[in-house]
């Protein structure tokens, strides 16, 4: 058998052509180097062995999406600013009320009662942000099925519409003002309950039913 190929590594100290897997030199007993990129024997020419490119593709990570704008939320600054421009158009005094109002509340005379133009245009004003609130809770529900921002625009319209209830029942002496801000205080504390409830009740729901997807889902 042929070994000039295998005989390929020189001793630097003595000469002696050596055994290309030898680690001493079989004369002299020195360590030897290692081939070289001159004494190695050079491969054997082959034809390039074509890599599938699947195989190293890289996936891009996908591109965040940009937050698409609220187009409903934006249809309820509308409203609001609607509901807005109504009142002031049916109560042309308003400003008038409202700068006398505040003198009185100036003066140190905080608790005093607000005349009755501002009185029944607050009555007004909160009874038709209930009413859009609702338009928007529809909307929302209609347009991006969301559970939750539904259920904050319509527990804002219940809110709003208590709120003008509890303004007509003060408008005709039937409350004072400690009670009209006692019984709204309570009525937002309970609405604010039922929001956090049933927030923190779907959101487990969501979390349980995408855990269980994940275990059934095929490894």
């Keep these: 058998?042929?070994?000039?190929?295998?005989?390929?590594?020189?001793?630097?100290?003595?000469?002696?052509?050596n055994r290309d897997e030898s680690r001493f030199c079989l004369y002299c007993g020195a360590t030897l180097p290692g081939l070289t990129t001159e004494d190695a024997p050079r491969p054997a020419v082959t034809a390039p062995i074509s890599?599938?490119?699947s195989a190293i593709r890289v996936i891009p990570p996908p591109a965040p999406r940009g937050r698409a704008p609220d187009f409903v939320g934006l249809l309820g600054v509308a409203f609001f600013l609607?509901?807005?421009?109504?009142?002031?158009?049916?109560?042309?005094?308003?400003?008038?009320?409202?700068?006398?109002?505040?003198?009185?509340i100036v003066g140190g005379r905080l608790l005093f009662r607000p005349p009755e133009g501002v009185i029944s245009s607050a009555i007004g004003f909160w009874a038709l942000i209930g009413v859009t609130n609702f338009v928007v809770a529809?909307?929302?529900?209609s347009?991006?099925?969301?559970?939750?921002?539904?259920l904050g625009a319509a527990l804002g319209g219940i809110g709003a519409i208590a709120?003008?209830?509890?303004?007509y029942r003060y408008s005709l002496r039937q409350l004072s003002g400690s009670q009209l801000v006692s019984f709204e205080a309570a009525v937002l504390a309970i609405l604010l309950f039922v929001y956090i409830g049933l927030g923190l009740h779907w959101t487990s729901t969501r979390r349980r039913l995408a855990y269980e997807a994940?275990?059934?889902?095929?490894?």
């Design 138 to 141: 529809a909307l929302r529900w």
């Design 1 to 17: 058998m042929a070994l000039g190929g295998l005989m390929a590594q020189r001793c630097p100290r003595c000469g002696t052509n």
């Design 214 to 219: 994940a275990r059934r889902s095929p490894r």
């Design 143 to 150: 347009l991006r099925r969301t559970k939750i921002h539904t």
């Design 163 to 167: 709120f003008a209830y509890l303004l």
């Design 51 to 53: 890599t599938p490119l």
């Design 82 to 104: 609607l509901v807005l421009g109504v009142v002031f158009y049916l109560n042309q005094n308003l400003l008038t009320d409202l700068r006398q109002w505040w003198d009185q």
